[in-house]
Nanobody, 124 residues
Framework: QVQLVESGGGSVQAGGSLRLSCAAS????????MGWFRQAPGSEREGVAA????????LYADSVKGRFTISRDNTKNTLYLQMNSLKPEDTAMYYC?????????????????WGQGTRVTVSS
């Protein structure tokens, strides 16, 4: 059974940092392409960052480029999102997701498996 479990969310002041983790289990075969997404109240879910199977290729939304870094440790089956210089507009529920296709994408609808999310609140 595939399972993704996020952790690391919390409350932080603007300019601060957080590191999100996503523990993956139940997957077989090659490591999946994975991504981080977020959804603020009243907004649609949006892609934040995506990473290839072995971390060689990454993709970022323009809104987080230069501030967020996606990475993975396949020996620990864990995906990370380092978030620096946080802004109030980064406040959202953050989700990790995995997809079977080996194409990087920030489109939520192409991802197959999802975690339950971890909340990030950034105060001004």
């Amino acid at each position: 059974q595939v399972q993704l479990v996020e952790s690391g969310g919390g409350s932080v002041q603007a300019g601060g940092s957080l590191r999100l983790s996503c523990a993956a289990s139940g997957f077989t075969g090659s490591p999946r392409y994975m991504g981080w997404f977020r959804q603020a109240p009243g907004s649609e879910r949006e892609g934040v960052a995506a990473i290839s199977s072995y971390g060689r290729i990454t993709l970022y939304a323009d809104s987080v480029k230069g501030r967020f870094t996606i990475s993975r440790d396949n020996t620990k089956n864990t995906l990370y999102l380092q978030m620096n210089s946080l802004k109030p507009e980064d406040t959202a529920m953050y989700y990790c997701a995995a997809r079977s296709s080996m194409i990087l994408s920030l489109r939520p609808e192409v991802y197959d498996d999802w975690g339950q999310g971890t909340r990030v609140t950034v105060s001004s």
